[in-house]
C-alpha cells in the first residue's frame, strides 16, 4: 500500500502534507506500525483512494477497510 502511495507525487504530498511528517522522516518511519496505521486511515479517508489502491493491489477495498478495521482500537463502553 505504501508503495502505491509513494508511486504518484501528487498522492504522496497529500499524504504528507496531511499526517505532518517531514518528506525527510518517511524513510525512518516506515517500521513504525503507527505510520503504517497512517497510511491506511489516509487510504480510507478518501473512497476515490481506496478504490483506486484496492484495484492496484489487486485485492477488494473491503480487504483493506478489514484491515484497517482490526487496527482501530475498541469502541469505549460507557455501560460498563
Known amino acids: 500500500m505504501l508503495g502505491w502511495l509513494a508511486a504518484d507525487e501528487d498522492r504522496l504530498f497529500r499524504f504528507v502534507a496531511a499526517s505532518g511528517l517531514e518528506p525527510g522522516t518517511l ?3 516506515l517500521h513504525d506500525p503507527g ?6 486511515d489516509h487510504v480510507m479517508s ?3 483512494s481506496l478504490l483506486a489502491c ?21 469502541p469505549f463502553d460507557e455501560g460498563g
Not at 35 to 40: I, S
Open 27 to 29: 524513510r525512518e518511519s
Open 35 to 40: 505510520f503504517l496505521g497512517a497510511v491506511l
Open 46 to 48: 478518501d473512497e476515490p
Open 54 to 74: 484496492a484495484e492496484a493491489l489487486g485485492v477488494k477495498p473491503e480487504r483493506i477497510a478489514s484491515a484497517w478495521q482490526r487496527l482501530q482500537p475498541p
